[in-house]
């Protein structure tokens, strides 16, 4: 799914030709202009060539143009796109932000696991903050990761994103960011309490959002690539902090499934140890190849070992492999869903249930282990990269 190419771009109205770079970059007439965007790509400022600032807009949430001011206009605005009128126009759909609604039916039949994507009318499935819908079809994320496509020119094929898919991944990404953020403001809140320092206190206590939280812990979106090409042994893989590879051997609906977010949060484990390294060795300029979580792991009898999970391996979890790596992209998903083995039914002395007992102690010590390291781990990292 290329986002930006793949959609029909004007390259000149009647008042203006557009250039375009990734996105929509200036407009032509008399003089050039360029467009200055936030977060959902909405144009927020316009500039002359010398940098003046000539037009600026604020919207609400949901695209209603709360203020503009300036002498320069633009036919675009609410995540850059056509406006004209109070409408947007997202190509198959006019949406009417002043009610956040679609002026015609979606398409696509919605998706049961998200009822709320079932609602043919709503835009968005009502959460515009972590969405945005360029197809004017179904909700398409651009919060948290970026979705790229890998076009086999020797098989003409490609394991190509949909938007069901590409709604697994942000789904699980934004209960990702969720953790990261309540693990840093945990963090930073038991530091403040250590510490005396009223300044630093007032700068520790201001709290960070899971949007910040996760593209400070990333280094930015963390790109999502369907390879069109398979791979032995596994089905997906982290690439660096920043980077997921999925190979075509994936089961083909997995993404499109519920389940599917437990899968993507396992990667999201792998990548996560990736961007906690890239700070590590920055930190301490030494062993480069240092994994601080698996060295943990790998050296903890109450940890190494694959008892302690809730559910059963392709349910809770991922991975059967009982490498520390794998052991702790598993205890990943567990953190992030907070899901652990059953409290025991049986008192713990006794024997006759001693593998079930010992489930739920490994299960405590997994989740005792990510309780301790993660808020530490995510803190050190977003400090970092401040
Ligand atoms: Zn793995």
Known sequence: M?????????????????????????QMNTATEYFLGDALGSVRQITN???????????????????????????????????SQGLIYLRSRVYFPESGRFTTKDTWEGDV???????????VEGNPINFVDPKGRSSVSLNFG?????????????PHWTNKEAYTVETALGRI????ANAYNKEAARRVSEECDPILNAVLLEKIDPFTAFHKVHGGRV??????????????????????????????????????????????????????????????????????????????????????????????????????????????????????ALSPTVPLSDNRYKQQNENYLFGLSKSEFMMEYMPIWIYDTIQHRL
């Open 223 to 340: 790109t999502f690539k369907w390879n069109s090409f398979g791979a032995n042994g596994y089905w997906g893989r982290a690439i660096s902090p920043q980077k997921v590879w999925f190979y075509s051997n994936t089961p083909k609906d997995l993404l499109s499934s519920y389940i599917g977010q437990r899968f993507v949060t396992h990667e999201m484990g792998h990548v996560f140890e990736n961007a906690y390294s890239e700070v590590y060795q920055q930190y301490t300029g030494t062993d480069k190849e240092y994994k601080p979580a698996r060295n943990l792991v790998a050296t903890n009898n109450n940890l190494n070992n694959r008892n302690g999970f809730a559910g059963v391996f392709l349910d809770w979890q991922w991975s059967n492999d009982s490498s520390s790596g794998e052991i702790f992209a598993d205890m990943f998903v567990g953190w992030v869903f907070n899901s652990w």
């Open 49 to 83: 060539t010398t940098g003046a600032i000539t037009y600026a807009s604020a919207y609400d949430p949901y695209g209603v143009v709360a203020s503009t001011s300036g002498s320069s206009q633009t036919s675009y605005g609410y995540t850059n796109e056509y406006t």
């Open 2 to 26: 290329d986002l930006n190419t793949g959609l029909t771009q004007a390259l000149s109205d009647r008042t203006n030709n557009y250039i375009y770079g990734l996105d929509r970059i200036a």
């Open 146 to 158: 970026t979705y790229e496509d890998d076009y086999d020119d020797k098989h003409r094929s490609v």
């Open 113 to 123: 696991n998200y009822p709320l994507s079932l609602n043919k009318w709503n835009y």
């Open 177 to 180: 960011a969720w953790a990261y």
